[in-house]
């Protein structure tokens, strides 16, 4: 249920002018005293007016330089950041090509270049402590370590070049 009055508008008025409740006629004080609706309407409309005005007087607005000089900051910020976006990208999309390339290498070479690049790495280190045996098996789990790395890449670069690219 809504109560209205039809002189709500002009307890409102008299408030948002600054002439409640000294400055208005002595017809719409004794409207007011007597109207549950725009008493109410007026004690709510005075504090909010009273608190607009606190505020007002508290507000601490910079100068128009300080202002200025603080929007030619950030549009030069917002240029440069959407300048790097593309190169960010581009960086991202040849990384992403140049591994897929090294892998496709890799997958192309003949099993028998890799036989002589162990038998090579191996006498380039004769002097460790292990044996033949124990650089096999390291050498077993190397394409798993590889193949592990690689992945995690491919996966996550993706992920980092739309993070590079979003806006924050």
Known sequence: MTCECHREED???????GRWPERCDEDLRT???????????????AALMDDRDAA????????????????????REEAARAAGRPVAFIQGVAASVALWIIVA?????????????????????????????DVGRVSAAIPLVVFLVVGAWLLLTPLA????????
């Not at 409207?31 to 409309?45: F, I, K, P």
């Not at 192309?108 to 045996?133: D, I, K």
């Open 31 to 45: 409207h007011v005293s007597s109207c549950g609706v725009c008493a109410d309407l007026a004690e709510v409309a």
């Open 105 to 133: 290498l890799f997958r192309a070479m003949p099993l028998s270049y890799l036989a002589e690049w162990r038998a090579w790495g191996s006498g380039l280190l004769p002097a460790l402590p292990f044996s033949m045996a």
């Open 161 to 168: 070049i739309y993070f590079a690219v979003a806006d924050e």
């Open 56 to 75: 007002w007087r508290e507000a601490r607005v910079p100068p128009a330089g300080v202002v200025w000089w603080r929007a030619q900051l950030r549009a």
């Open 11 to 17: 307890v409102l008025d008299a408030i948002s002018a």
